[in-house]
């Protein structure tokens, strides 16, 4: 019960937010047929989850905001059905949505296009995300013309249509202590899971290998799972931002980049670190590497509440060219060659992106056109890389080294408080994980 309170706060926010005489749509995520008989994973939607903590599929949340009957949270979800549950598990039904999920009325998912018409009329406005499931947008179109066979009744359709997807995503975007308790969790159960898995990496081993260490780290200490496909790159593979094959040999002296984390309780870590495989570093690997990190402290010194988005990306920038000039990577002046993102062939991606229910978290990055500032709540992964992708022209010696390192930050209002805190980073430390069998 206590987790339920948690999506409560969130749905008492977004009554908060609502304007009188109001009703918010949110539909969960379709079931999604993955080839003859057979579904993918169901996953709920985001923004459903997030006010509902509800896990089944079929459901659709509907919150009103009314003058005479006050604030309501109503319930369509599926039927008990002990056919259907003998083959597929437990289904919660109207009962169990009132008591164990704070729902005030609960009603069978089929009753759905009976009812809708009727708590939609005579709102002002209706909050709704507008193409996301084609199939909702099919049920909210009916709806309306429903409300408007009976516009002679005296019933209207909402004046208002408001696009709830916006408001939702920057409630999202600043998180509560609750969830910056799970995405901490999920942080940890990620750590874990890399520390283990670089215990099955050695010369000769397979990137599929490790994969499998870090699934079945994250798995077993409680996980979802992989919060996102993971990136286990040997060698000049980590050149691919979003390599995803993970199915070649892991050579002597070559580097290991892994981007993977867990999934806990619906929230996402995103965690990169690369590792020696032979368990140093050769001369030139390493000199990357302590760029990429110099790069990377530097990024996190940077944050804190009122600094614009921007500055991060720009010390990072800063340090890589700066970096890359005293290895003769890059040949300039150092503001020359900032102006002309000299980097950008070898750092191509942006500092970070904001973190959560979805690995690429919601929250816009711009406000007016600009960059917009850091605040208290918001959790970004902050992750520099440098990659010389073979054939770059430069000295063949740096040729098909890869490096990114990747935190996970929650700002607060004196700077960030570090989630991944506990994963090795300095190459030293690097170094003796590996080396640690
Ligand atoms: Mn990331």
Redesign the pocket.
């Known amino acids: 019960m206590q987790q339920q309170n948690d999506y409560k706060k969130h749905r008492e926010k977004l009554f908060k937010a609502m304007l009188p005489n109001s009703i918010a749509l949110l539909p969960t995520a379709p079931i999604i047929r993955r080839s003859a008989d057979q579904n993918y994973r169901f996953y709920p939607d985001n923004d459903f989850y997030y006010f509902t903590g509800y896990p089944e599929p079929e459901a659709v949340a509907v919150l009103i905001k009314s003058e005479q009957k006050g604030e309501r949270y109503i319930l369509f979800n599926r039927r008990k059905d002990p056919a259907q549950e003998q083959w597929s598990g437990i289904r919660i039904g109207q009962e169990a949505a009132l008591k164990e999920y704070l729902v005030d009325e609960a009603y069978p998912i089929d009753e759905l296009m009976n009812k809708l018409p009727e708590l939609t009329s005579n709102k002002e406005a209706l909050y709704f995300t507008w193409g996301r499931y084609t199939s909702f947008d099919e049920t909210i179109k009916n709806c309306l013309n429903k409300i408007r066979d009976k516009i002679r009744a005296g019933f209207k359709i909402p004046d208002h249509c408001i696009n709830l997807e916006s408001i939702v995503s920057e409630m999202r975007l600043i998180k509560d202590s609750q969830e910056i308790a799970w995405l901490r969790k999920a942080a940890e159960i990620t750590t874990l899971a890399h520390k283990q898995a670089m215990r099955a990496c050695y010369p000769g081993s397979n990137e599929y290998q490790v994969k499998a260490e870090l699934i079945y780290g994250f798995l077993k200490q409680g996980g979802m799972g992989e919060a996102y496909d993971s990136i286990v790159a040997g060698g000049e593979n980590a050149c691919i931002l979003h390599y995803t094959v993970n199915n070649q040999p892991l050579k002597a002296n070559e580097l290991l980049l892994i ?1 993977a984390a867990a999934k806990y309780n619906f929230y996402c870590a ?3 670190r690369t590792y020696p495989i032979s368990s140093k570093f050769t001369g030139e690997q390493k000199a990357i590497y302590e760029i990429v990190y110099e790069a990377q402290l530097a990024a996190i010194k940077a944050a804190k509440p009122g600094i614009c988005w921007l500055e991060m990306e720009l010390t990072a920038r800063r340090v890589i060219t700066s970096g890359l000039i005293e290895l003769g990577v890059l040949k300039g002046d150092i503001e020359e060659l900032l102006a002309q993102n000299a980097y950008a062939p070898f750092y191509m991606h942006r500092i ?2 904001w ?1 959560g229910m979805d ?2 978290d919601v929250g816009r990055y711009k406000e007016n056109g600009q960059w917009r500032t850091l605040q208290s709540g918001m959790v970004t ?1 902050i ?1 520099p890389g440098i990659y010389i992708k073979p054939g770059l022209p430069v000295d063949r010696r740096w040729w098909g080294i890869g490096i990114r390192i ?1 935190d996970n930050v929650v700002i607060t209002d004196s700077g960030v408080d570090i989630l991944t805190i506990d994963m090795p980073k300095k190459a030293s430390e690097i170094e003796m994980l590996v080396s640690e069998k």
């Open positions: 981007d995103d965690v990169t970070g992106h973190l690995v690429h992964t992750e990747e």
